[in-house]
């Protein structure tokens, strides 16, 4: 009987083992000893693990290995499975660091294209997806240097022009009666931040007449500079079918503004919302009760005008 039950004791003490070395699998494990197979299982076990603390991106070739891993632990041993569990989680601060470092190179890399892309593109964010593209600016224009060169200037920009130290657009008004082959329109006064509609080869055309094609869009981002910005607005903010059913090409009013000027207070760069009174009523803040209109965050007004016609 004593010799039965010290039998049952030393099994008792044999399963406490086993189940302290499962749950406490050993650190510093060699990883020279693994087999072939292990070491396969080693490389794919961040596909099959959640606890993954730097997961891999969710691709075609993400989607084979981790199934590739699960089959792979099926036909494994226990042993073999908390072995390569074991080496993986030893790794844990190594990897941890090296991502970290990864993403302080990616993101130092990124501010430096950013601040290079700053001077001929604009950023165009995507609002549904996240993230967003640089957008080329289509054209700069800057005070010409001489007098030779502002007539040069003159002759290819009939809709705006450097006068005074100041830019100036053509605004028109075909109802204005004036002597036979007279301008039908006068010149408006550029602020730092406007953005308006044009159609530069087509400036006493009514707008109901203007193709697509005839549309820009052009801003002024600096008191001294004035932008072709038409792909960035197409991408951004207003389409140019919008613009014309709006009446607003080369009506003198600013359609958008801009902000954020400096390009580095918050975001990638300039960012730019239409104007309230261009913005559909059901798009804008929906009414909040005793005929006032629910307050929004400047953000979201931001973001809800950006949207227009996207």
Avoid at 43 to 69: C, D, E, K, Q, R
């Amino acid at each position: 009987q004593k010799n039965k039950k010290t039998i049952e004791k030393k099994e008792e003490a044999e399963k406490e083992e086993t189940k302290s070395t499962t749950s406490n699998p050993p650190n510093n494990v060699p990883k020279e000893g693994l087999s072939p197979f292990s070491k396969l299982l080693l490389s794919l076990y961040p596909y099959g693990t959640s606890s993954n603390t730097t997961p891999p991106p969710p691709t075609a070739f993400a989607i084979l290995y981790t199934v590739l891993f699960y089959i792979l632990s099926l036909i494994s041993s226990s042993t073999t499975l908390r072995q390569v569990e074991a080496i993986y989680e030893q790794d844990a601060p190594n990897r941890i660091a090296a991502a970290e470092e990864a993403e302080a190179q990616r993101l130092e890399q990124e501010e430096v294209e950013d601040d290079e892309k700053r001077h001929d593109h604009l950023w165009s964010p995507d609002h549904k997806n996240g993230g967003g593209k640089w957008i080329p600016m289509n054209a700069i224009y800057n005070p010409p240097s001489s007098d030779d060169n502002k007539e040069e200037e003159e002759e290819k920009l009939k809709h705006i022009k450097y006068e005074r130290g100041r830019w100036e657009r053509w605004a028109k008004n075909l109802k204005t009666k004036t002597k036979k082959g007279g301008p039908k329109g006068s010149w408006v006064l550029i602020k730092v931040g406007d953005g308006w509609s044009s159609a530069p080869l087509k400036l006493e055309t009514p707008n109901e007449n203007l193709a697509d094609s005839d549309i820009r869009f052009y801003g002024c981002i600096a008191k001294h500079q004035v932008i072709d910005c038409t792909d960035w607005v197409v991408n951004t903010l207003v389409t140019k079918s919008s613009a014309r059913a709006l009446g607003v090409v080369d009506n003198g009013r600013v359609l958008f503004t801009f902000g954020n000027l400096n390009g580095k207070e918050e975001g990638k760069g300039v960012d730019g919302w239409v104007l309230d009174k261009y913005v559909p009523e059901e798009e804008q803040e929906e009414d909040g009760g005793g005929g006032k209109k629910s307050k929004k965050s400047r953000a979201e007004k931001r973001s809800k005008k950006m949207g227009y016609s996207r």
